[in-house]
């Protein structure tokens, strides 16, 4: 049975979605996102705060990039990565909030 066209269009949403859900899947990616939030960073310096050598992190960066949440500008031989959407902020909050919830559902077990 085929599909209909708007079970098309809801369908390549939701995998859309999940291209930019698997990119934020790891931890060393939502480091290097929170960061660059505060200014744009070449990879050099990620690689401290990540703790990683620069092919991992440039990895991360090509992900995140093909994910659209990071751009980066070339300054000379220099390459510097920014965060290219500003909703971040609002999925570091739901994070924190999911997390929190869980922890009062932890400590309620122990009671």
Avoid at 7 to 26: G, P, T
Avoid at 43 to 52: K, R
């Amino acid at each position: 049975m085929a599909m209909k066209p708007a079970a098309r269009a809801a369908r390549s949403r939701y995998e859309a979605r999940a291209r930019i859900a698997k990119a934020l899947a790891h931890s060393s990616r939502l480091m290097i996102l929170e960061a660059l939030e505060r200014r744009p960073m070449c990879v050099c310096e990620l690689t401290d705060l990540v703790g990683a050598d620069q092919s991992t992190v440039s990895k991360h960066l090509a992900l995140l990039k093909q994910a659209g949440l990071v751009e980066d500008r070339r300054d000379g031989v220099m390459v510097f990565y920014s965060v290219k959407v500003c909703c971040l902020k609002g999925f570091w909050e739901c994070i924190e909030g999911v997390l929190s919830e869980n922890l009062k559902a932890q400590q309620a077990v122990l009671r």
